[in-house]
């Protein structure tokens, strides 16, 4: 039916062919328990056009479910047109990745009010705590994470009634048997890291893309035992909620310590000081590789003593996560790299830094 190509954060992009079938039936499911869209729903949903996120959105699930759809030209992305739109608007239902929310609740949302706002939902990248927290104190909304890929559909969420655990991406979609697998394809007891499979046999589900167009050897690799193998990582709970570490790619061992990058996003973005921050690896004569923390400041904090903050940030990682886990480097910069679903491009980083070596 379609092809679309992945949003590329960990290398060229790829193209991701889908079904009428994962298209026709597998968008029922976020649309009626994740999105939460009836006839008397508008959705607005903040994704470039070029996004798969988009065409599912603003396309076929609210198509589906009989909603109509909001749509808000905007040359660039200001928070503060964000923010009256919402107030201006009868939108019930809005959608959009951390980084919009993280622009967001910096912003005095206490001058605002939403009338009509009822769900928000976010997706993209993991949803920092700290982000989820904010939101909610200064709207009175909770914010449901979901966790997708161009070539799966949803894969889990936190859907409509469920208890929402801040940091945790959900609960398995309906439509999936999603486990934590070993490098053999074994699945995992609870609260053990691994990576993120679908059972893709005896059966495999027709949510899921049907190959990569063009790239028979990339398909094949994709499935490891039973599972098709997302290539991100992270633990399961005794309740079935997912937590995410990182992309595969992502991370970090130092010293034989493993070291998810959102972990330590999340530490650094609960000081006041930091707006955004990507965590990647770099390289260490003695420990093979560290931590490092690319910074974007917020303004009120630009011109501090870059080298007192540096000291302040890494004691503050330190306490809240584990002491081996604090970024060793960080680099103070103006914004991050990011792909055009606004997605953080940690190997733009990441080759930066080894490059550099």
């Known amino acids: 039916m379609a092809i679309y190509f992945t949003s590329g954060t960990t290398g060229f992009p790829k193209m991701a ?31 470039d056009p070029g996004w798969v996120k988009s065409a599912w959105s603003y396309i076929f699930c609210p198509w589906i479910q009989g909603s109509s759809v909001f749509a808000h030209y905007m040359p660039r992305f200001d928070p503060t047109v964000v923010l009256e739109t919402l107030t201006n608007y009868p939108i019930t239902v809005f959608c959009a990745t951390p980084t919009t929310y993280r622009m967001l609740v910096l912003c005095d949302l206490a001058s605002y009010k939403f009338k009509s706002l009822q769900h928000c939902l976010s997706a993209g990248e993991p949803m920092n705590p700290q982000v989820m927290e904010q939101w909610k104190e200064k709207t009175g909304l909770d914010i449901y994470e979901g966790y997708a890929q161009t070539e799966t559909v949803l894969i889990c969420g936190t859907f409509k009634g ?41 059966h495999r589900p027709f949510y899921l893309f049907t190959h990569y167009t063009g790239d028979p050897e990339k398909t094949a ?40 990058p959102f972990e330590v996003e999340s530490a650094l973005l609960e000081h006041p000081s930091v707006v955004e921050s990507a965590v990647v690896s770099s390289p260490d004569p003695i ?52 792909t055009v679903s606004g997605k953080i491009q940690r190997n733009e980083l990441r080759n930066k830094e080894w490059g550099k070596a």
């Open 17 to 47: 062919e889908h079904s009428h079938c994962s298209h026709g039936l597998g968008l029922t499911i976020p649309g009626k328990y994740w999105l939460d869209l009836t006839p008397s729903d508008m959705i607005w949903n903040i994704s």
């Open 221 to 260: 690799s994709s499935q490891r035992g039973d599972f098709y193998i997302t290539g991100d990582r992270a633990t399961r709970d005794e309740d079935g909620y997912f937590w995410f570490i990182g992309r595969s790619d992502d991370v970090i061992l130092s010293s034989g310590y493993r070291i998810g």
């Open 162 to 202: 469920m208890k929402i655990k801040p940091g945790s991406m959900g609960e398995a979609a309906p439509c999936y048997d999603v486990q934590v697998v070993d490098p053999d394809g074994n699945v995992l007891p609870p609260n053990q890291e691994g990576d993120i499979g679908i059972r893709v046999a005896p």
């Open 287 to 338: 420990r093979g590789e560290v931590v490092k923390a690319f910074v974007v400041l917020s303004p009120t904090y630009i011109r501090h003593d870059q080298e007192a903050l540096t000291k302040e940030l890494q004691e503050h990682v330190q306490k809240v996560t584990a002491p081996y886990k604090y970024p060793r480097k960080i680099e103070f910069v103006e914004e991050l790299p990011k």
